[in-house]
């Protein structure tokens, strides 16, 4: 990654105040924050890719104090990831490619490949292992 712009990326922080997470409420925010850049309709610049990264390890390391997950099933965690986030199928579309492969995955009609495993990690910013 290339060198950051230290006023740019102060000012990120600044109005972002990370922390470490210690509430659901907290994760929260953080969790719009990070969808709030998830959704900015241009490519990320240097400091916000940091920022995204930073988010996302607080994000991880709440969630997995909060809700561990151990050696669950895939599709176990797939489920209770959703539900914890309040997703439906129809959100997973942009993973799968189409309804009927979501469908016929959360049915347990066809397994987690890898290739949506990898799309899942990115979805939710997870271990690509939680899928696989």
């Known amino acids: 990654m290339a060198t950051l712009t230290e006023p740019a990326y102060g000012r990120l922080l600044s109005r972002t105040r990370p922390?470490?997470?210690?509430?659901e409420a907290e994760n929260e925010r953080i969790l719009a924050q990070l969808e709030a850049l998830d959704t900015l309709e241009r490519?990320?610049?240097?400091e916000e890719e940091a920022l995204a990264e930073l988010l996302t390890?607080?994000?991880?390391?709440?969630?997995?104090?909060?809700?561990?997950?151990?050696?669950a099933d895939?599709?176990?965690t797939l489920r209770e990831l959703m539900e914890v986030r309040g997703l439906r199928q129809r959100?997973?579309?942009?993973v799968f490619g189409a309804s009927s492969?979501?469908?016929d995955v959360l049915h347990g009609k066809r397994?987690?490949?890898?290739?949506?495993?990898?799309?899942?990690a990115e979805f939710f910013h997870?271990?690509?292992?939680?899928?696989?």
């Open 74 to 76: 895939p599709l176990d």
């Open 126 to 132: 997870a271990p690509v292992s939680l899928f696989l």
């Open 43 to 46: 490519p990320l610049t240097r």
């Open 111 to 120: 397994g987690i490949s890898k290739a949506h495993g990898r799309k899942l």
């Open 19 to 23: 922390r470490v997470i210690k509430t």
């Open 57 to 71: 390890l607080l994000v991880r390391q709440f969630e997995e104090s909060r809700y561990p997950l151990g050696h």
């Open 91 to 94: 959100d997973l579309i942009p």
């Open 101 to 103: 492969v979501v469908s």
